[in-house]
Every structure is written in structure tokens, then in C-alpha cells.
């Protein structure tokens, strides 16, 4: 009996190949280019002009198509979510204006399908491991933008898990509260790092086996508060929950080290980068 290999699920096309699995969404991107009356923009090297400032409309001025913004965040929200880690900040950082949509947020949204019309062949790849040798390994990036919102001045969390090299799940999303330092922030993101590498261990036990992690993040001070978490005036006023990484380091469930900015790949869902960085 001939088992013919899954091709497509739910608008995901999967691309088996010798060294593994490609995971793209070619067609679904050109049928929302379509459907927008975008399927002939001149494609560009990033997804969103840093140098282009947004910020929420003063509900005074009247909103613009709406529903219509609403309907192209949500089709680019299901990109994020299976196929497309590194717009998750661009399309979190968009949907803030969806309730009050501007001219100028159309504008900037557009500027993401003109970015996918050149990238639309762009995959999550998934390796295949020949070796039984090759050890397992969950590696966690994590990273934060201080207080880049202009209208809350909070800040955004970022975090990337790989499984040997290959991405397994992410996250874009503005924090709850403001932040007062970098340090802090950093530390707060790291909180949500270390719970997502919880889940993961708890998962891989359940299935009988184990899987080192280990945390990356590029700040210091963050790095030094959580193996020390020693509390002085620099640190008491911090929520108690965020000391949840401390805990679970102390307990060595995974390990935590330092990345360079520039290879710290969680950077990315944080902020906008230029064209070389992105």
C-alpha cells in the first residue's frame, strides 16, 4: 500500500525534502495579496519603516476603513502564528491601532504585504537528524525593547525557542506594566522565557525522556539579578512573580547565559530592524 506524504494543512504547504521538512504559506499569501488588491506591490527588504513614528489617534479624528484594517491583521495574524515568527512584532505592534485606524496605519500595514510579496517562499525548516548521536537540546532566546511604546511607554517582550536549531514557538507582546529600567525589563521578559521553558519540560517528562534547556538573553544586569537575586533598592519594588526565574535557576531545571545583541535572535521580535540585521 503506497502512503502518500501530507502536502497541505489548513493553508500550510509542507515541502519534504533530504534534509527534512519546509513549512511555507505560499499560496495563502498570495490569495490575501489578492483578496487586498495587493498582488502587484513592488517588494521591499523589511516589513516596516523604523523611521516612520506611529502612535494611537486622538479619538476626535475620524477613523479610516476600519473594518477593513481589522480584517487585514487578523488574515496576517494566522502568517504569525504558523509560519512567520519574525513579523510577530510588526503584526502585534499594528493591531494596537485596530480599534481607531488611520490613513497613515493603512500605510504602514501595507508595507507588510509588500514585504511578503518578496518573500513568499520563505519556510520554517525543520532538519532531519541522521545521527541518533546528535543530542537534544531547547535553546530560549530572550529579549526586550524598553519602553518603545509612544503612548504607554511600556515596553515589548520577545522570546524565540529553537529545538536543535530549529523553531519550535515564539512571542511578540507589550508588557503589562510599565517598566522603570532596562534591568527590569529584561528581567520581566526573562519571567516569561523561563515559563515558557517550563512548559516544555514538563512535556518532554511526560513523555519519559529529558531535554536540556538553556535561556539566552544579552542584558547583564538581568543575567546577574537572577543568579543573585539579592534585594536592595534597585530591585524590591519589582512583582514577586517575576522572581519565578531565580527559583526555578537555582533549582538547575535549565541553564542561563549571555548573548550579543547581534546574535541574539529574539531581537527581532521586539522592534523593527534595518534591512542587513532583519
Partial sequence: MIKERLSCL???EMLHTVTGLELRQTQYITNILTRFSMENSRPVSTPIDPKAPL??????????EKQLYQQIIG??????TCTRPHLGF???FLS???SHSLLCHHTAVKRVFHYLAGTRTTSLVYTRHLSMDIPLLITGYSDADY???RNTHRSVSGYVFLLNGCTISWLSKKQNSVSIST???????????????????????QLGFTIPVELKADNTSSINITKNPINNHKTKHIDISHYFTS??????????SYIPTDENLADIMTKGLPSVLH
Fill in 147 to 149: 519602553a518603545s511604546c
Fill in 90 to 92: 510588526f503584526v502585534s
Fill in 183 to 205: 534591568t527590569e525589563t529584561e528581567y520581566m521578559v526573562l519571567a516569561t522565557t523561563a515559563h515558557q521553558a517550563l512548559w516544555y519540560i514538563n512535556r518532554v517528562s
Fill in 75 to 80: 488574515s496576517l495574524m494566522y502568517l504569525v
Fill in 55 to 64: 502612535v494611537q489617534a486622538d479619538e476626535s479624528e475620524p477613523a479610516y
Fill in 10 to 12: 489548513l493553508g500550510i
Fill in 96 to 98: 494596537r491601532f485596530s
Fill in 247 to 256: 527559583e526555578h535557576l537555582i533549582c538547575k531545571l535549565f541553564i542561563l
